[in-house]
C-alpha cells in the first residue's frame, strides 16, 4: 500500500520556487500512433511559464487518489533480469535522462503498447530529492537524511499541437516508500482506475 503522506510530501515541492527537478525529455505521438518529434531538456532552461505547466503534469501522478488511481507494483527478479524495462529506467535514473538513445528504446516500448485515439505525448521528468531528516515527533530538522533520484513518467492526450492534456497514466519510479526509495516497486498511476491503464502500463514495465 502506498502511504499518502509519502506522495504529499514530493508533491509539496513540485512548485516554482522549491522545485529540483533537473531534466524533462519527451515525445509525440500522431493519431496513426507513428512517432511524431521528441525534446530532451535541462528543467530550469524552460520559461517560467512552461516549468509551471510541466510541473502541474508531473504533479498528478503523485497527487493523484492513493491506492486507487495511483498503485504499487512489484518488480519480481525475472523483471529486474538484463535487457528488462527495470534495467533501462535504472539507466535512465542514472544518468539523468541525458541519454538519448536509451530514451527513444523507451519510447519504442511505449508505442508498441499504448494506443490512443488522438495523438499523445509521453513526459519523462528526473528528479533528485534531498531528504530532510525528521525526529520521533516528525518535526524537520534540516540536514539532509538521504537523496531520492526518480523519474515520473506521464502519458498525455494532445489537445492541440504538441499541447498536452491531463495525464492518463503514468508512474513514479522507484516507488518512495517510508520516505526512502523502493528499488523494487514502482507506483502507476491511471486516471480511471476501471480503464485498461494499469494493465497496459504494466506490460510496458515487464511486471
Known sequence: MINREDMLELTRRMTLSRTSFTRIAGCYVDAEGEYDGS?????????????????????????????????????????????SMWQLLMGLRQCGLKNDALMETFYDVV???????????????????????KAADK??????????????????????????????????????TDRA???????????????ECIDVMKKILGI
Do not use: W
Request: hydrophobic fraction near 35%.
Open 181 to 195: 526509495g523502493d528499488l523494487n516497486h514502482v507506483n502507476i498511476y491511471s486516471a480511471d482506475p476501471r480503464s
Open 39 to 83: 525534446f530532451n531538456t535541462n528543467f530550469l532552461k524552460l520559461s517560467p511559464q512552461e516549468r509551471k505547466k510541466h510541473l502541474e503534469i508531473a504533479k498528478v501522478i503523485p497527487f493523484s487518489e492513493t491506492n486507487v488511481q495511483l498503485k504499487k507494483f512489484q518488480f519480481d527478479r525475472e523483471a529486474r533480469r538484463a535487457g
Open 111 to 133: 508505442m508498441e503498447n499504448y494506443y490512443m485515439d488522438s495523438g499523445y505525448a509521453v513526459y519523462m521528468f528526473h528528479d533528485r530529492y534531498d531528504i530532510p531528516a
Open 139 to 176: 518535526e524537520r530538522l534540516g540536514e539532509s537524511e538521504e537523496m531520492f533520484e526518480y523519474l515520473i513518467c506521464a502519458v498525455c492526450p494532445l489537445l492541440g499541437s504538441y499541447e498536452p492534456g491531463k495525464p492518463e497514466c503514468g508512474f513514479l519510479f522507484p516507488a518512495f
